[in-house]
């Protein structure tokens, strides 16, 4: 029965990415997405990871199961749901394609000059949002959006190299302003969600301005050839990043990586930290012959309760990834203070079981697609797509977890620097820095066509209402705030 669960594990993993693959090459979703992003988490921290800890027998070290071969396939089945409403909600448009309308759109488009300034300007208010906001609980929040404005601003830098492939100046200016960005959101912190969302907000900024607008072979080799420099400097982050360089700066970091990094060691660590072992001994756990029942809604609980002090909600639940260590009776590790994903179908069966897994599936679908729909009615706006992409290593974690800290980051960090940016926006327009609409302002239009192409002339028009029938670890301070994903003690359980 093992085998039929990693087969089938496997399997779901290819499909998923020949899913995602098949809508962009028959022009029904975009490559580069929040939805996308989402998905390849979900392969990476689950169906893959399960598949992984399955063929090496790892459940024999540590969460061991009772029934692999059943469980496996249990879980196979469940994350084959879980994909599919997920991806059916999200095509549907339920509920996220009125609301998105009802979202303001700052769509101007300054110039280069203005463009590289406001990224300059963005880039001193993520430091200050990151480290000069000291009001208590307040500061959390603000480091929250300091981190998204830092994934914007990059995303800007990416922009503007997209509109300026040729000329090494942008490259340069717009290369430092990346850099000095990855510092604030890596400064102080132990996790590499912040450098994920740094990268797929210069994504973002390339596919938008360019990327989009090019054959899909050109897109797809482009896109590969810009994510090189950041899977090496994430796996040499990887291997470095215990011990000391938990609370590190960003020059210590970089420090760190460039004399002791190992990539290939980072590298081997690129095989979903075991999430989907700890996924499948909690559907064991929490099961009908389990030690111990569900708690209801427990992570969607703990989404909306986030922000709130425990001194004023003392009914704030703790994350699942605080308990973990105690349900599982781990030896030699701080229990109280080691924190472990529970994955999206771990805490879908601590939570409820399958009408839950149901309903964080459709939960998700909606706020995927809320998040797409945005960026869908205003594809050729950097003030609109930048903020968006914020904060995608939040999304990216989701699945893995503690998801509902991942997604009241990713949720609150991309909502407040967009309300910043639009701030920041219409103070460009009035001041006559950036003109309305997609207008072409430096000899390339902000949708990424040479001068003299008509701007409107969207290469997706036709596909314009897709959707409408087609289609870990945290570091928690005393208040529950998860801040990164690190552990708050030395203690690293082994893989």
């Known amino acids: 029965m093992e085998s ?6 496997l399997g779901l993993s290819l499909a998923l990415v020949i899913y995602v693959i098949a809508d962009y090459l028959r022009g029904r979703s975009e490559l580069v997405s929040i939805r996308n992003v989402a998905v390849g988490g ?8 399960a598949a992984l800890w399955l063929i090496d027998d790892k459940y024999d070290l540590r969460y061991f199961l009772l029934e692999p071969g059943a469980t496996g396939i249990k879980f196979a089945v469940a994350a084959t749901v879980f994909a599919v409403v997920a991806l059916s909600v ?4 339920f509920i996220a394609r009125p609301i998105a309308r009802l979202v303001p759109k700052p769509n101007v488009v300054p110039a280069d000059v203005t463009m590289l300034l406001t990224a300059v300007v963005l880039t001193v208010s993520a430091a200050v949002f990151r480290f000069a906001v000291l009001i208590p609980y307040v500061a959390v929040l603000a480091s929250i959006l300091g981190t998204a404005v830092a994934g914007a601003s990059a995303g800007l830098a990416g922009w503007l190299i997209g509109r300026n492939l040729r000329n090494p100046i942008i490259w340069v200016l717009a290369g430092a302003v990346i850099v000095a960005n990855l510092g604030i959101a890596v400064s102080g912190t132990y996790g590499r969600r912040t450098i994920i969302s740094i990268g797929l907000g210069v994504a973002f900024g390339l596919y938008y301005s360019r990327l989009r607008y090019e054959s899909p072979r050109r897109t797809v080799a482009m896109l590969l050839l810009a994510a090189v420099p950041l899977v090496m400097f994430l796996a040499a982050y990887t291997s470095v990043r215990g011990g000391d360089n938990r609370r590190a700066g960003a020059l ?5 990586v460039f004399s002791a990094g190992n990539i ?19 559907m064991e756990f929490f099961g009908e012959d389990g030690q111990r029942e569900p708690d209801t809604l427990r992570a969607f609980q703990y989404f909306i309760l986030f922000p709130a002090p425990r001194a004023i909600f003392p009914f704030k639940p703790n994350p699942l990834s605080l308990d973990i260590p105690a349900y599982a ?4 590790v701080n229990i109280g203070g080691l924190t472990i994903g529970p994955g999206i179908i771990g805490h879908s069966f601590a939570d409820g079981g399958w009408l839950v897994l ?3 599936a459709s ?9 797409d729909e945005i960026i869908r009615r205003s594809p050729h706006a950097p003030f609109v797509v930048l903020p968006m992409g914020s904060m995608l290593g939040e999304m990216m974690g989701v699945p893995r977890g503690e998801s509902s800290a991942m997604l009241f980051q990713f949720v609150f960090g991309t909502a407040s620097c967009y309300a910043y940016i639009t701030i920041v926006a219409k103070g460009l327009e009035y001041f006559g820095y950036a003109q309305k609409g997609d207008a072409d302002v430096s000899g390339m239009g902000a949708a990424g066509w040479e001068a003299g192409d008509d701007p409107d002339d969207d290469p997706y028009a036709e596909f314009s209402d897709y959707g409408e029938d087609d289609y870990g670890e945290h570091d928690y301070n005393e208040d529950g705030y998860s801040q990164d994903d690190g552990y708050t003690q030395s203690d690293e359980p082994a893989a």
């Open 329 to 332: 009776n781990l030896e030699g």
């Open 42 to 49: 979900f392969v990476l921290f689950q169906t893959l990871s």
């Open 90 to 93: 999200y095509r549907s448009g």
């Open 358 to 360: 149901l309903f964080y």
């Open 363 to 371: 939960f998700g679908g909606v706020v995927l697609r809320f998040g």
């Open 4 to 9: 039929v669960a990693e087969i089938s594990l």
């Open 252 to 256: 210590q970091v970089a420090r760190n």
């Open 264 to 282: 290939k060691a980072g590298l081997e660590d690129a095989d979903g930290q075991g999430t989907g072992g700890v996924s499948l001994w909690l």
